[in-house]
């Protein structure tokens, strides 16, 4: 069956990243960044990936162990938390857009 982009619902869109588990993907990346903070955010994200594709199952915090160790901003023994990082992408979310210089 071919699904024009048009004929996609919002009911599929959800049900697709409800069954690939996308959420928890995104997520556990957003969570793993603001932690993290590296130098090199896509690399870091292709460490991530490579880790995703062995795993069985993604939680939030499934790439907080991953370390890039060369220019990451990370603290050391920083405490976070699910609720924490839920409200930092809530409010990450809700801002306007930034123009981005290029």
């Known amino acids: 069956m071919n699904m024009q982009q ?3 619902t919002r009911e599929d869109a959800r049900s697709y990243l409800a069954r690939k588990e996308l959420f928890q993907l995104f997520e556990s990346l957003l969570t793993a960044l603001l932690y993290r903070r590296p130098e090199d955010p896509i690399a870091y994200m292709e460490k991530c990936m490579q880790q995703a594709k062995e795993s069985k199952s993604l939680k939030w915090d499934s790439f907080l162990d991953v370390n890039m160790s ?21 409010k990450i979310f809700k801002t306007e857009p930034v123009e981005v210089a290029k």
């Open 6 to 8: 048009s004929d996609i």
């Open 70 to 90: 060369e220019g990451s901003h990370e603290i050391q023994n920083r405490n976070i938390s699910h609720d924490d990082v839920k409200d930092a992408i809530e």
